[in-house]
C-alpha cells in the first residue's frame, strides 16, 4: 500500500468539532516537506476551508519527490475547462506528481451552497471527467477540441487559452464514491476510487468492489486498472493512556458518520440502521453529546482501527494490505522521535 496523509501530521478530525490540530495554510509548504522527508507516498488535500489547488501550489515548491493530489476536490462548482487547467498548472509545477481526485457533494450543498442546479451525479460525473480529459487531449496534441455530452458541449480553445502540451500529460483521475453508481462510473473511467472512511472491509468486499468490477466492465477494464484507496478511521497514539483519549475523539467522529443518512448503508449492512435512524434523530434536534453514546464498542472497532503504535501498522494490514492500493495514514511528527517513530510504522505497513 502506498501511504498518503493529510496535513498537518496526526491531523484527528472528530466531525462535529474542530480537530484538536488545525490546518494553517501559512505552513503548508514547510509540513509537505516534512511529510516528505519522513516518506509518505503522497500529500493530500480535502477542499474544505482553503482552495486545495492553490495549498499544493505551495506543497510542490517546497518538495521534489513526494506526490501531491486531491483527495477531494468539488467538480461540478468547476468547469471541466476549469479543473483542467488548475490540474495542469500543478502537474507542470510538481514535474509530473499530481493526482486529481474529484468529489460531488451532496445535493444541499450544490444546489443551496454553490447555487447550480442538482443532476444525478453519477452520469454527469462520467460527462465531467471526458469533458476534461478531452480538454487536455486539445491541450497536448493540437486537435480541435470537440466534447459534445448531455451535461457539456465544448467545441472552443483559442491559442490565446491553449497552454500546449506538458512533459507528463497523463495526470491521474481518483473519484470519491460510496454508493453503488459512483463506484461502477469510477472502475468505467477513473484511475482509482477514494472511499469514504465509513467504507468497513465487509462494505468493500460486498459493495465497493463488485461495482467498481461491473464499471470496469462496461469499458473492457479489471479490477487491477483501478488504484482502490481509502481514508480509514485510525484511532492511535503512543501508548494505552494516551490513546484511551483518542478513542473518544475517534467514537464521537463515527457518532457524526452514523447520524449522516449519506452514510447510513453501511451501518445497515452490518444490521446497525435502526440506531442509525435514532441518531439521525438526535442529530436533527441538535442533541450532538448523545450522539457518541449510540455508538457501542463493536460498532467502534469495526468502522475504525484503533491500536498503539506498537500495534497499528499489523492492525492495519490485516484488514487493508488485500483490499487497498493507497492508505491514508499518519501520526503527529512534533520532533526527531515522533519522525522515527513514524518511519518505524510506514515501514511495517505492507
Known amino acids: 500500500m502506498i501511504v498518503e496523509t493529510l496535513l498537518p501530521l496526526g491531523k484527528l478530525d472528530p466531525g462535529l468539532r474542530e480537530p484538536e490540530i488545525p490546518l494553517d495554510i501559512r505552513e503548508f509548504g514547510a509540513l509537505a516537506a516534512v511529510a516528505e522527508d519522513v516518506g509518505v507516498g503522497a500529500v493530500l488535500v480535502e477542499e474544505t476551508k482553503d482552495d486545495p489547488y492553490q495549498l499544493l501550489a505551495l506543497g510542490a515548491a517546497t518538495t521534489s519527490s513526494v506526490q501531491l493530489g486531491t483527495s477531494v476536490a468539488m467538480a461540478f462548482p468547476r468547469s471541466p475547462t476549469s479543473t483542467a487547467m488548475s490540474a495542469w498548472s500543478l502537474q507542470k509545477l510538481s514535474g509530473g506528481r499530481f493526482l486529481l481526485g474529484l468529489g460531488t457533494q451532496v445535493r444541499a450543498h450544490i444546489t443551496r451552497r454553490y447555487g447550480l442546479d442538482w443532476h444525478a451525479p453519477a452520469p454527469w460525473m462520467r460527462d465531467y471527467v471526458n469533458a476534461m480529459r478531452a480538454v487536455w487531449n486539445t491541450w497536448q496534441t493540437g486537435e480541435p477540441l470537440q466534447f459534445e455530452s448531455e451535461h457539456y458541449q465544448l467545441d472552443v480553445m483559442v491559442p490565446l487559452f491553449d497552454p500546449g502540451p506538458i512533459e507528463h500529460p497523463d495526470i491521474p483521475i481518483y ?30 468486499d460486498d459493495e465497493v468492489l463488485p461495482n467498481v468490477m461491473r464499471g470496469a466492465a462496461r469499458t473492457g477494464r479489471r479490477l487491477d486498472d483501478v488504484e482502490i484507496c481509502l481514508k480509514p478511521l485510525i484511532g492511535t497514539a503512543p501508548n494505552s493512556a494516551r490513546l484511551e483519549q483518542v478513542v473518544e475523539t475517534v467514537r464521537a467522529r463515527v457518532a457524526f458518520y452514523l447520524s449522516t443518512p449519506s452514510y447510513r448503508r ?46 497499528i501498522a499489523a492492525r492495519l494490514n490485516d484488514r487493508f494490505a488485500e483490499r487497498l492500493d493507497r492508505i491514508e495514514f499518519s501520526i503527529p511528527v512534533n520532533n526527531a522521535d515522533d519522525a522515527d517513530a513514524f518511519r518505524q510504522i510506514l515501514g511495517q505497513l505492507k
Open 266 to 311: 453501511t451501518f445497515e449492512l452490518h444490521g446497525w440502521g435502526d440506531i442509525a435512524r435514532e441518531a439521525s434523530q438526535l442529530s436533527r434536534a441538535q442533541r450532538w453529546d448523545d450522539l457518541p453514546g449510540l455508538v457501542h464498542d463493536e460498532m467502534l472497532h469495526t468502522v475504525a482501527t484503533i491500536g498503539t503504535y506498537d500495534e
Open 175 to 204: 473519484i470519491a464514491a460510496i454508493g453503488p453508481n459512483m463506484c461502477a462510473v469510477a472502475g468505467e473511467i477513473a484511475d482509482g476510487v477514494r472511499l469514504h472512511p465509513v467504507c468497513t472491509t465487509k462494505f468493500i
